[in-house]
């Protein structure tokens, strides 16, 4: 129901802007929350040091300057005066906002000190003077056109329109528990008045999320358990023997035990479910090709969903390659394919003639139908969703199914989510590999960052640089990315060709900025996080992390991951002024695992004022890891729900989980 048309000032425009957030309704609305919190309280400038973060309010002592650059770019300043001094104010891209600061209107200004140059480097202004009292500012996600201030007033008059919100929380359970009202914790949430109450509102929905996804996933883990009875394959020893042979490569000895395992539930009569997890470059895809090969041999079709369309190239090119000496039909199935080719895809898998379809969310939607789908594969399966899971599983009849990782899970943390499942581990990596050796640098020792770059490329070797994650939108992202470029640029640009790539570009400036990392047209990459999984360029030897910090250690580990792909030495830098204890086991180790388990430990207790890393399940506030306290008690209370038939007396509970895993 669109009933956006309630709020003043939301029209077609603002509508479409809206949707960009997946937000098409006033309960949308409401249920976008802030992905982290600001908590306003005057700095004294005169006690701050270089760089520190500042909070200042003042008075407009200058009309604004606008300087602009090329590609729309722009830098604002002016004068602000605050108590008994005049302070200089820098803002990036706001240039919109000149209108609205006019001499001795009130205003705060949010960002870095810079005090060498009495400058604020501004990330955020508000049209209000600050309180003596702290105050708690939310800040949410927002997109291009859609400014945080009005989101902000389309969210508060949502709330006081009071529209209908259905409590997901049994009222037994919420009394149990001392919950407080949904409606008030939502409240709270967008608007806190002090970090107590916050706490209250953020467990209270946490809960309702995770105590949601846990009947899902039980109720899931009960189907598997009851409908065990799958079809059988034929293992044809020797023609796997063959094609193992054949490989360009010598399987590790955990790679046999992998392929072992899986053949053993292949062969079975019940379907398989099992997680294969494996460090980033352990070789898990190969496992996967084994199966494939398995279910070919047996004249069974194959699907395998990965989260992004770089990835999904990589492995149908990789893949291609493997099975060069077989005749097996493979297809690239993704948003960007065209509607011809997809047609005849349709019609390919329909008809039984495809053997195997690589892609995106593509491979589940309602018009692909598979003649004999036998094996689903879901890659980086943490990316998805029970209900995305589940959708391509119900696309044939009972396949076997295998979920893949390159982020290890914690054993404790495995049980609880995929408590279900077998699972196989990948520890050991390919013989010609070298160990990444990781350094620990600080800004001020770029210098010999450069120079550790200049050596790569020299030996006619690639080099990825990941920007900053910078917190306040997908925007600040780019513009860093942009900004890092140009650097590059004047230190390299001369001999060396210096690449971008970013989100906000489309699959085909990806698609085509890889080709030609791949093809060493581009020696220097810089990049957002999007190349975190589905890259491998081989002639790759040094990752180069910027302000590693503001990443989580798993994070940091995958993107780490996009080195040491062939049997040349690697390297990564990670470059940070803070945290040096935490950041200092990825120079100890380049194991997955333990990264995990480092992570896990370090990020359980969470942080309420921290930038929300979940990515998993798509969660709006929940984060699997930062609440796996709340996490078991969902578990827990979801069983002994399930376990004593409780759905049927609460028909808007039984109303999601049927749309989610069709319950009946």
């Not at 209107?105 to 501004?122: Q, Y």
């Not at 919950?179 to 953020?202: E, G, Q, T, V, Y």
């Not at 899931?220 to 042979?245: M, P, T, W, Y």
């Not at 996009?562 to 194991?591: A, F, H, P």
């Amino acid at each position: 129901m669109n009933d956006l048309n309630l709020i003043k000032g939301i029209g077609p425009k603002t509508s479409l802007y809206l949707s960009k957030l997946d937000i098409y309704s006033v309960n949308d609305l409401i249920n976008h929350f802030p992905f982290r919190y600001e908590v306003l309280s005057r700095s004294d400038i005169f006690s701050l040091k270089q760089d520190d973060k500042i909070v200042i309010d003042g008075f407009i002592d200058s009309i604004p300057n606008i300087f602009r650059f090329r590609g729309g770019k722009n830098k604002m300043s002016f004068r602000l005066r605050t108590g008994n001094a005049i302070i200089n104010v820098i803002i990036f891209n706001r240039g919109f906002l000149k209108p609205n600061l006019t001499i001795n209107r009130e205003i705060t200004v949010i960002g870095k000190w810079d005090l060498v140059k009495n400058t604020v480097v501004a990330s955020d202004i508000i049209f209000e003077g600050l309180s003596d009292q702290p105050r708690i500012e939310s800040i949410y996600h927002t997109t291009n056109g859609l400014s945080r201030k009005n989101l902000r007033r389309y969210i508060d008059e949502a709330l006081m329109l009071k529209p209908q919100i259905i409590d997901y929380i049994p009222q037994p359970i919420a009394l149990q528990h001392k919950f407080i009202d949904k409606i008030k914790a939502l409240n709270i949430i967008h608007r806190p008045s002090n970090i107590n109450d916050l706490k209250k509102a953020m467990i209270r929905l946490k809960y309702e999320e995770l105590f949601m996804f846990m009947l899902k996933v039980n109720i899931l883990k009960q189907r598997n358990k009851s409908k065990v009875e799958g079809h059988a394959k034929e293992i044809r020893q020797d023609k796997v023997d063959s094609f193992i042979k054949n490989l360009p490569f010598e399987l590790t000895l955990d790679q046999q035990t992998a392929v072992h395992d899986i053949l053993k539930d292949i062969s079975s009569n019940q379907a398989m479910n099992r997680l294969l997890q494996g460090d980033v470059g352990s070789g898990k895809t190969v496992v996967a090709v084994i199966a494939i090969y398995v279910m070919y041999l047996n004249k069974y079709q194959s699907a395998m969903m990965v989260p992004t369309e770089i990835l999904a190239r990589q492995h149908y090119e990789n893949i291609k390659t493997l099975f060069k000496d077989t005749d097996i039909n493979i297809k690239l199935l993704i948003g960007n394919t065209s509607k011809k080719e997809k047609a005849s895809i349709y019609q390919g898998l329909e008809e039984g003639v495809i053997d195997l379809v690589i892609g995106t969310h593509a491979v589940m939607q309602d018009m692909v139908a598979y003649l004999n789908l036998g094996l689903v594969i879901t890659d980086e399966q943490h990316r998805f969703g029970v209900n995305q899971r589940s959708s391509l599983k119900s696309k044939g009849s009972r396949p076997d199914v295998l979920y893949m990782s390159a982020t290890p899970i914690p054993r404790t943390y495995a049980l609880t989510i995929y408590g279900d499942m077998n699972i196989s581990n990948i520890k050991t990596m390919p013989k010609n590999r070298k160990e990444i050796i990781t350094y620990l640098k600080h800004p001020k020792e770029i210098k010999e960052v450069l120079e550790a770059i200049h050596k790569e490329l020299l030996l006619h070797h690639q080099v990825y640089v990941v920007a900053p994650l910078i917190e306040e939108s997908e925007n600040s992202d780019l513009e860093n990315v942009n900004k890092l470029k140009r650097q590059f640029e004047l230190a390299f640009g001369k001999n060396y060709k210096v690449g971008m790539l970013h989100g906000k570009m489309s699959t085909a400036e990806k698609g085509s900025i890889m080709d030609s990392f791949a093809n060493n047209e581009i020696n220097i990459l810089i990049s957002t996080t999007v190349i975190e999984v589905g890259i491998d360029v081989k002639n790759a030897t040094l990752m180069v992390i910027f302000d590693a910090k503001r990443f989580g250690l798993s994070t940091l580990h995958q993107l780490r991951g996009r080195v040491g792909r062939s049997d040349l030495q690697s390297y990564c830098i990670l470059i940070s002024d803070k945290e040096k204890e935490r950041l200092k086991i990825m120079t100890e180790t380049n194991d997955g695992f333990e990264i995990s388990e480092e992570d896990f430990r370090l990020r359980g207790q969470g942080d309420l004022f921290g930038v929300k890393q979940s990515g998993d399940m798509s969660f709006k506030i929940a984060d699997l890891k930062k609440d796996f306290k709340i996490l078991i008690q969902a578990k827990n209370d979801a069983e002994i729900f399930i376990n004593n038939n409780l759905i049927g007396k609460y028909p808007h509970i039984k109303e999601v989980i049927e749309r989610s895993v069709n319950l009946d």
